[in-house]
């Protein structure tokens, strides 16, 4: 149980389009969602915090225009890289935590991560 | 502000060896988390700890957690060469219920 799907897993794009990365909790519901972004050989970086039906909170130097957040159900947020360039490329990975009611809520359940690489 | 540090930050061990990584975390915190993590993969849970004194293995894996001394141990017993790769631990602020802090993470190699 509780797992985390993302889509795509790789892609590549040109610089200045928009890419748009879907999370999907598949066996649980999910109020809370986060958006990660990793560097290679680095930790992983908080951009913001993705709760269902109302507006995303994101981490201080994440630009909420640049990256545009929508979590329009239990079980789906949507992460769009816009006008993305190349400094935009990097491994984003999505977390979901349970909804109350449900076990294992103090456990973030983390997706297999999408790779972005902009030319 | 809450801080996490891992301690080391990289590790090669021959297989059979035990090894213990460090985490320790600056404020007080209720929950602590370690997570394994593949080259090219996301994150998969370890071990969740909430409470003083908490230990949990899995294999030869073993977590705890001393709320006290704010420090969290990753214990690794008879290491094998399937337990290469890197180990995050994530702490969770007392100010709020979800989010992480997350050290830098421990690149362990293991070789046959």
């Known amino acids: 149980g509780a797992v985390v799907s993302q889509h795509p897993s790789w892609v590549i794009c040109k610089s200045g389009t928009s890419v748009k990365i879907e999370c999907r909790s598949l066996d649980f519901q999910a109020t809370t969602m986060f958006w990660y972004r990793q560097f290679p050989k680095q930790s992983l970086m908080l951009m913001a915090t993705?709760?269902?039906?109302?507006?995303?909170?994101?981490e201080q130097g994440v630009e909420k225009d640049k990256f545009l957040i929508n979590h329009a159900s239990l079980t789906l947020s949507t992460l769009t890289v816009t006008s993305a360039h190349p400094e935009d490329s990097s491994f984003y990975i999505c977390s979901a935590i349970p909804a109350p009611g449900q076990s294992n809520q103090e456990t973030q359940y983390f997706g297999p991560g999408t790779r972005l690489l902009v030319l | 502000e809450l801080k996490v540090e891992q301690n080391p930050l990289f590790l090669s061990m021959q297989e059979g060896k035990n090894y213990t990584i460090y985490c320790n975390y600056s404020t007080t915190s209720d929950r602590l988390y370690w997570y394994r993590q593949d080259p090219g993969k996301s994150l998969e849970s370890l071990f969740v700890l909430l409470s003083n004194g908490a230990v949990k293995q899995e294999g030869r894996l073993m977590a705890s957690l001393d709320t006290k001394a704010r420090l969290s141990t990753l214990h690794i017993t008879a290491a094998v060469h399937d337990l290469s790769a890197t180990y995050f631990c994530a702490v969770g602020p007392m100010d709020s219920n979800y989010q992480l802090i997350w050290g830098a993470g421990t690149k362990l190699i293991i070789k046959p």
């Open positions: 993705s709760n269902e039906g109302s507006k995303a909170t994101y």
